[in-house]
């Protein structure tokens, strides 16, 4: 039989083989052939980005819904682009002409009034700081969007982008940052309220932090945590690169370093209630520490509990290399070790012997030693 009698002409295979470049690929192959096709959208370069992003304006509505047409869009975003009839929008494309974001500017009061992304896409702006100083310099107001654009408004009502902080802010409101520019922190920074920076490189770093609400540093890198630290509700370094805690510093309630490379606790420090340290690079712990909540040391290469340790709700020692509790350790709550652990009968424990499992915990009768 010749190759040409087999049943399935050429057409048929491409078609078969691009089918299952689709199904394997979806959304990216589509945006390809967008890109490839080059649909016509009248506009205005404003200004590129470090990233390779650029920021656009859009000559006309018909050149928005064009720009958008492919979307997928949930209700919020149908509404805004609905809405959209006499305002100005700017688009910021990627490195090959995709539209990511859509910014709809109120045409008589200029000022974005929202921000359109697609279904499923990350929410946060590439080059904020970059994208808020082009629209700012264009007369166009950021205020109601100001986290969008990781941007902080000091007590006095001034504005200030994330990667060039003066070197002390004293903020009214809380903060939730998130920024693909490097942060330059304040070196002093003063909240009445909550303070995070998630996400974020930083280039430079705060000396001193008074912060009434919560300060959160996570999953944030270039991170040296401020000498002069006093929170008063909790505290997150969770999957930062913070490699040690301050000599002394006051969180009024959690405390919360897992995954971090703090290796150890200061001599001197206060926290309200619970230590959450899972994870964490912790080795070793001084005598004669109390925790007045929960102490969570899973899976730290902890090889041994120093004397005196007293904890008033839980301690989680499940994962780390502790061979035997000291006799003198108090704990409130539940006490959870690997099985085979030495826990005395001089232990004073208030709840439950439990054993770690690859499921969960079981509860175990104590042992008699």
């Not at 005196?308 to 704990?331: F, H, M, Q, S, Y």
Request: aromatic share 6%; hydrophobic share 40%.
């Amino acid at each position: 039989m010749s190759g040409r009698n087999v049943g399935f002409s050429t057409k048929e295979a491409v078609a078969s083989i691009m089918g299952a470049f689709r199904d394997r690929h979806g959304v990216e192959e589509e945006k390809a052939s967008i890109a490839r096709i080059g649909v016509k959208v009248s506009s205005t370069l404003i200004t590129g980005l470090p990233s390779g992003y650029s920021l656009h304006e859009l000559s006309s509505e018909s050149d928005l819904f064009t720009e958008t047409a492919r979307w997928r869009l949930g209700t919020p975003e149908q509404a805004a682009l609905a809405r959209a009839k006499g305002q100005r929008a700017f688009s910021i494309r990627s490195s090959v002409g995709i539209s990511e974001f859509i910014m709809l500017v109120d045409a008589v009061h200029p000022a974005v009034v929202s921000i359109v992304t697609q279904i499923g896409t990350v929410s946060a702006i590439p080059n904020p700081c970059h994208v808020g100083r082009a629209l700012v310099a264009k007369g166009i107001s950021i205020d109601q969007h100001l986290h969008r654009f990781a941007a902080i408004r000091d007590k006095e009502g001034r504005k200030h982008f994330i990667d060039a902080c003066p070197d002390k802010i004293e903020l009214a409101t809380n903060n939730y940052i998130h920024s693909t520019d490097p942060a330059a922190l304040p070196k002093v920074i003063v909240a009445d309220g909550d303070f995070h920076l998630i996400d974020t490189a930083i280039s430079r770093n705060a000396v001193s932090a008074n912060v009434r609400g919560s300060l959160g540093f996570r999953n944030v890198t270039g991170l040296t945590v401020p000498s002069h630290l006093n929170v008063g509700v909790d505290l997150s370094l969770q999957m930062s690169d913070a490699d040690r805690l301050p000599m002394r510093f006051s969180v009024g309630r959690d405390l919360d370093i897992g995954l971090t490379r703090v290796t150890e606790f200061p001599d001197t420090f206060h926290v309200g209630r619970n230590i959450i340290a899972n994870g964490a690079s912790i080795s070793r712990l001084r005598g004669g520490l109390t925790v007045n909540g929960n102490l969570d040391l899973r899976d730290c290469p902890l090889k041994e509990v120093a004397w005196g340790l007293e904890v008033r709700g839980d301690l989680n020692l499940a994962g780390t290399k502790i061979k035997a509790v000291p006799g003198d350790c108090a704990v409130g709550g539940n006490l959870m070790v690997e099985e085979g652990v030495v826990v005395p009968s001089t232990v004073r424990l208030g709840g439950k012997l439990m054993y770690a499992r690859p499921y969960g915990y079981e509860t175990v009768r104590r042992p008699s030693n």
